[in-house]
């Protein structure tokens, strides 16, 4: 990740409208910046949320709130809370998806 130049910026993350993204089971709400090919996120999954889909982009995810079950598609299952971060790279073997029971808040940078 190359972050491009660009002056000093404050981001008040209530400011951002969020979008909605369904799961396959509940949502997502992602507040989104985009900064040249950097994406910088906070999402907030309902209580029940399972992704739609297996990701294969590299994120850099911190744990705000909540908990969630990171599971890569070998079967592997991580569960962070509040506080932990994962960090994963573009392709390679580590495609993954995220569930949580509770609900979660979540900082990611792709």
Do not use: N
């Not at 990701?55 to 599971?71: K, M, N, Q, T």
């Not at 971060?85 to 900082?107: I, K």
């Amino acid at each position: 990740m190359k972050i491009p130049t660009l002056p000093f910026t404050v981001t008040d993350w209530a400011a951002i409208a969020p979008t909605r993204h369904p799961g396959e089971q509940g949502f997502a709400l992602w507040r989104t910046l985009e900064i040249g090919d950097i994406r910088v996120r906070m999402v907030e999954y309902s209580p029940g949320y399972l992704a739609d889909h297996w990701c294969d982009r590299g994120h850099i995810l911190f744990v705000v709130e909540g908990e969630l079950v990171s599971e890569l598609r070998d079967g592997r299952r991580s569960v962070l809370t509040a506080g932990m971060s994962y960090q994963v790279s573009d392709h390679g073997d580590a495609a993954h998806r995220s569930s949580t029971e509770t609900g979660a808040r979540l900082f990611i940078v792709d």
